[in-house]
């Protein structure tokens, strides 16, 4: 009996895993220096999305943003952030667009991630909204799990970028460190060289010069 019950649990679990999350897309770009990309989605009125971005490398790690309805009017806008959240629901229906802009940089590449999720988050189990009973046990321990991976899958996402960061940062340090070395090794052979040549000419024995004059 409990295998059965395990089993079950199981496939609540995994039907909850898929279904429970709203349609969407993830993407990490390039984004050049004076440069700009546009993205654009198609949404039925009333429909939800959210926008969520980070910048993950380049510069002081920041970007401009702004999300346009289908009659051009900015329903969002933010300048030199590094990440934020923008979530709002379709009043009319059309093309949405959202930019990334990197205009205000002349020699800074950026490497931008954004996840833009569309549409509400479908009930865990069916007929969940509807239903005027209570949970059961076992139904309750379903929604505290989906919510708990949900918290886990967004951590995961957030410390994925952090380590991206810092990996850059590491490298960008590690480039540096080797540069000044290089130059300090050049600095230390010349001055070792000049020293050597210095002191060899204080132990260099001059002789005069034949004067003799002929009789």
Known sequence: MRGRMGGWALAVLLCALQAGRAAGTEL???LPDSDKHCFHEELERGL???L???VVTGGHYDVDCYVEDPNGRTIYKETKKRYDSFPHRAEIKGVYTFCFSNEFSTFSHKIVYFNFQVGDEPPILPDMSNRVTALTQME???VT???ALKTVIDSQTHYRLREAQDRNRADDLNGRVSYWSVGETIILFVVSIGQVMLLKSFFTEKRPGSGGAGT
């Open 140 to 142: 309750s321990a379903c």
């Open 28 to 30: 990490t770009f390039e």
């Open 145 to 147: 799990i989906h919510e």
């Open 52 to 54: 969520d971005y980070q």
């Open 48 to 50: 939800k999305f959210t």
